[in-house]
């Protein structure tokens, strides 16, 4: 698989907090997330996340950013979800050059492959 690592610095903007379907977690992300913030993980289910498409994500704010995103940086960020700890080098778009192109007219950190 080639790896377009060097295509990308995060700018800390926000934009990937915000849309494209919300942040899938799993069980180790909740449990994580949960005891990070002080909660217990029925009331971080409850309370800070939704289900998509039968899966856990975390709950978006009215602006459309995700829930812990503070307009400065991830209030969560020492135990952030998979999803974001990866984020842009998830298989979608590292086995497709189009896709990292799509992602990369939204993201600034992204340099395009074109």
């Known amino acids: 698989m080639q790896s ?4 990308f610095e ?3 903007c926000g934009d990937c907090c915000k849309g494209y379907g919300g ?3 799993n069980d180790y992300d909740a449990e994580q997330i ?3 913030i002080g909660i217990n993980i ?3 289910k409850e309370n800070y996340c939704q289900v998509s498409c039968g899966k856990l994500i975390i709950s978006q704010g009215e602006s459309g950013y995700c829930i812990f995103w503070n307009k400065n940086l991830c209030s ?3 135990v952030k979800p998979r999803m974001c700890k990866e984020w842009p080098f998830i298989k979608s778009l590292n ?9 990369a007219e939204m ?8």
């Open 107 to 114: 993201c600034p950190g992204m340099e395009s492959k074109k």
């Open 76 to 78: 969560i960020h020492p």
């Open 4 to 7: 377009y690592y060097k295509n």
């Open 95 to 103: 086995i497709d050059p189009d896709n990292w192109n799509i992602m």
């Open 34 to 36: 949960a005891s990070y």
């Open 42 to 44: 029925k009331n971080f």
């Open 23 to 25: 942040t899938y977690i």
């Open 10 to 12: 995060c700018k800390k």
